[in-house]
């Protein structure tokens, strides 16, 4: 299916939001593709279920890399409050303490 194929060839340039929505788009494809399996008399009852069980497996490989790209996005966040200004706590040695300061004066 073209379906695995997408999702594999996401491309890390995009943003997570863009390839969040790219995935919404393509459970919603799949999702008409089941929907019309029950109209279609072309395909016995035995190829039906199959094709059913292979949207369905599809739909959950799609809801676990939103679920990669959300904890991603989390820990991406997390790093960025780590490393923020406040981070930076003062050791006494190049970065002085309140208590260990040193005034120069020539």
Partial sequence: MTTLSA????????????EIASLNKQIT???NQLKSLGSDHTMTTEQKAE??????SQIQMI?????QIQQREAETAQQQEDTGPAAIKADGINRPTDVN?????I
């Fill in 7 to 18: 999702i594999s060839s996401q491309t890390g340039g995009s943003t997570a939001t863009s």
């Fill in 29 to 31: 494809a799949i999702m």
């Fill in 51 to 56: 094709k059913q069980q292979l949207l369905e």
């Fill in 63 to 67: 809801y676990a890399r939103i679920a």
């Fill in 101 to 105: 300061q040193l005034n120069v004066y």
